[in-house]
């Protein structure tokens, strides 16, 4: 053996016990998923782009360092599928945060699209392909997908990623969202082809954000076997169903029920999907046809950017405050990113066992709640004063001062609904504080002393609410 030179030998009493110190800290930080494979040809299939825990990791650069992250433990995670919903006129935008985020600690995933294409690493499957042929060649929301067929990308118009605001019946003129409800039903049979095993299935939009810790929690107080239907509950006519935007879940066995009910009637649901607007709908009435109920889930689903949620508020049929956060909605990839970032603090770092509203409130929203008027800034304060003239935002404070119970004011000139064409102030009062969205021309004001007060008073939740 060659010996080591003296000066060599002396670090080795101190190597030994810094060794085993990072051995010690290692085993307490946790499981580690590793990072994604890299990507695979778009001749894929479904089950082929399920990423296993034994992933190769990213290649690198020699100029790029390794990413450093964590997952906290997440038991029963193997025993998901996750199923990501996308179109190809927001895939590029919105995928590639997913491939830095969410699917680093998410061993199984499949991402749908309505178009085949590999991005950053992902692989996206057509999973309209099994749709009818007759449907797909007679039916004009399939006019955006039958160009893509002949043209790929290079197919696409301006028109395709039309704007607009998602009103009461969606967005109408945008091609991308009328070819997106005739996805839900086919991937019910996409994911169960993909991972046939799972037991139970997560269905989220790329401008959803899950927090996993709490999935898994909430999921191993549910029995899997059951055919379990679990969303926020939304209602259009006389169907309810869990809305899509906010992630729904499925049992396998409900999955399979509702894999059946389809196909003993699939021209009759292909007619329905024809005849309605919302897809997430036209899978809760085949998922009602087949015997499986939605269970209601809010506040652990929300349908709601972090700004517009209302963790002290008391006018629903559930208070959010000690209710942990499972899913946010309308997010945009930087707040995908944002919100990755905090949930990896806050259980691989803080090593909390459950994210709450009620965290969620102290660390997220109140900081950016301060004292004074902001301009440019909504609010979001629901109840317009309309029993006096308010001409100023410093009248619209003053009144919500003088109101006990009102936390947070907003003002601006707004429409007159007697008046086409003319402006009127209006001001906005409100009890339940909401952090709010950048608007321009609003000015927002909170009553800081009032909410920290109530703050205090609501206190640490004890335990987290389920039910």
Sequence with gaps: ?????????????????????LVVLQL???????MLATSRSNAGSASDSIRSSNAA???????????????????????????????????????????????????????????????????????????????????????????????????????????????????????????????????????????PDAKWYVFMEADTHIVWANLVAWLAQLDSKEPHYLGTETQIGDVLFAHGGSGFILSQKAMRLASKQRRKLVNDYDEYTDQEWAGDMVLGKVLHDAGVDLTFTWPLLQNARLGEIEPL???????????????????????VEDMWKFDQDWFTKRHHKYLLHSDIFRERLLPQMTAGTHENWDNLAGDLVEDQVINTVGECRQLCEEDGLC???????????????????????????????????????WMMTRIEVITRARGYCQAPEWE
């Design 1 to 21: 053996m060659i010996p080591l030179r003296r000066k060599s030998r002396r670090w080795i009493p101190f190597a030994a016990p810094i060794l085993g110190l």
């Design 28 to 34: 307490l930080r946790g499981p580690q998923w590793p």
């Design 57 to 195: 990791t990213t290649t690198k650069t020699p100029l790029q360092k390794p990413l450093q992250f964590l997952c906290p433990p997440l038991p029963g995670i193997e025993d998901v599928l996750v199923v990501l919903k996308t179109g190809v006129t927001e895939a590029l935008d919105k995928v590639p945060v997913h491939a830095r985020t969410t699917f680093r600690c998410v061993p199984n995933y499949l991402v749908v699209s309505d178009f085949d294409e590999t991005i950053e690493g992902v692989q996206l499957h057509d999973v309209l392909t099994n749709v009818q042929q007759d449907v797909k060649s007679n039916i004009e929301d399939f006019n955006l997908y039958n160009r893509l067929k002949i043209y790929g990308r290079q197919g696409l118009v301006d028109d395709d990623a039309t704007e607009e605001e998602n009103g009461v019946f969606g967005m109408p003129n945008n091609p991308g969202w009328k070819l997106d409800k005739w996805k839900f039903l086919p991937m019910i049979d996409a994911a169960l082809n993909a991972k």
């Design 313 to 335: 508020t008391n006018s629903f049929y559930r208070q959010p405050w000690c209710w942990p956060v499972v899913g946010f909605h309308h997010l945009s990839p930087e707040d």
């Design 407 to 445: 936390r947070q004011f907003s003002f601006r000139m707004g429409e007159d609904p007697d008046n086409e064409g003319e402006l009127r102030p209006e001001c906005r009062t409100f009890e339940s504080p909401r952090l709010g969205v950048a608007r321009e021309g609003t000015t927002s004001g």
